[in-house]
């Protein structure tokens, strides 16, 4: 057992001597390392949580995703499908890509292709990804128009409205976090201005015989989202650009950079809410309620009954022993999940490590092999010569 102990110490100082001179493992090749690298973000961002954010965040960092340019574009895909899947988490996905993005430049003379790669897929429209899922669902229509057996038929109609049903979820989750990456500085405005002008291009384009003419509905509520995550950002954008022409005396407006026109989409919105269904109608009322409130969200009588009832009630608030212990509780908690993080950070290091040494160590098989072969082939060669 003190031989088993010795040796596992011996391996951990020597691996920690490793890592502290900065040795590099046998050079992997760029396929092998884009497929390892793409293997880590998609199981490291399988398991992120609020919970979890810190530790993963650093993990994700200790990837160096901007080191493998050919993975950039997949990487970026992982975290917007992530983003797609669980749009509550939009935000915790959102500051993990703002930490990237600030490390890379920090480290590469203020150039960031993690950052381009996620403007790249933000700027594309909802369409051109989705087109190929019109055409499936086209496919689909018809496929089930054709069914000959009632029940064949009958399942691929409910396949069909599922598929539906996720692509619209799709849609919905890719705005929101769209929305959020504006938010935190990763899209700009004009790219914000321009899928909004894609999602109300069916209002735009109304003809004024309205009887057989079909709104965009899902790409109409996608702009409500959007609204809804970012639209005080930009009600605040805009004063602030109004004051800053004021205090300049200026007449003429400022380009697109600095006005987003919220005003005028609000106005289309508005009406287009008496062709839409009733759900969707009444985020719409919803949404320009919250923006004559000057999108300030209104809370109900209830709570604000709850909030006075707390304002009286003293019987919840610390005394100063309390909040001492409180602090003291909060420290400990505080160094435990940092010793918790660093703890993982090491398994996780080495766990890179030994599958880069794994990598490593099937390139020098194969290179052996290789060597083999040409040893083969010159003995038969000297053979050859020698008859």
């Known amino acids: 057992a003190t031989v088993g102990i010795s040796t596992l110490e011996a391996a951990l100082?020597?691996?920690?001597?490793?890592?502290?001179?900065?040795?590099?493992?046998?050079k992997m090749d760029e396929e092998d390392e884009k497929e390892l690298v793409i293997k880590k973000v998609r199981t490291l961002f399988a398991k992120v949580t609020p919970e979890t954010e810190v530790e993963n965040t650093k993990e994700f960092l200790h990837y160096h995703v901007h080191h493998v340019p050919s993975a950039m574009e997949e990487v970026v895909g992982i975290i917007f499908d992530q983003a797609i899947k669980l749009p509550i988490y939009c935000e915790v996905y959102t500051r993990m890509c703002v930490k990237q993005v600030k490390r890379e430049?920090?480290?590469?003379?203020?150039?960031?292709n993690f950052s381009n790669a996620v403007v790249a897929r933000g700027q594309e429209k909802l369409s051109s990804r989705e087109d190929e899922d019109a055409v499936k669902e086209k496919q689909r229509w018809a496929e089930m128009e054709a069914e000959a057996d009632e029940e064949k038929r009958e399942q691929k109609h409910e396949a069909f409205l599922k598929a539906q049903d996720e692509l619209r979820l799709r849609k919905f989750g890719k705005i929101m976090f769209i929305g959020h990456l504006h938010l935190h500085n990763l899209l700009s405005i004009r790219i914000i201005h321009t899928r909004m002008l894609d999602l109300l291009n069916s209002v735009k384009h109304m003809p004024e015989d309205l009887e057989d003419y079909v709104l965009d509905e899902d790409a109409l509520e996608c702009a409500v989202i959007l609204l809804e995550t970012i639209g005080q950002s930009l009600f605040e954008r805009n004063a602030a650009a109004a004051a800053s022409e004021v205090a300049a005396d200026q007449k003429v407006r400022h380009p697109l950079p600095y006005f987003f026109p919220l005003d005028n989409t609000l106005a289309t919105l508005e009406a287009a809410a008496p062709l839409v269904n009733d759900g969707l109608r009444e985020r719409i009322q919803n949404l320009l309620k919250l923006s004559a409130n000057d999108w300030i969200p209104e809370r109900n009588g209830s709570e604000k009954k709850l909030l006075d009832e707390n304002d009286n009630d003293d019987s919840d608030k610390f005394s100063y022993d309390d909040d001492q212990e409180t602090e003291v509780l909060i420290e400990e908690l505080k160094r435990t999940a940092e010793e918790n993080a660093q703890l993982r950070s090491a398994v996780a290091d080495m766990q890179t490590a030994m599958e880069a040494m794994r990598l490593a160590v099937e390139q020098t098989r194969k290179a052996m092999a290789r060597l083999e072969e040409k040893n083969k082939m010159l003995l038969e060669l000297a053979r050859s010569t020698v008859n």
């Not at 490793?18 to 590099?24: N, T």
């Not at 430049?105 to 960031?112: E, K």
């Open 13 to 26: 100082a020597i691996y920690r001597s490793m890592k502290s001179k900065r040795v590099k493992f046998i």
């Open 105 to 112: 430049l920090s480290l590469n003379d203020n150039v960031s």
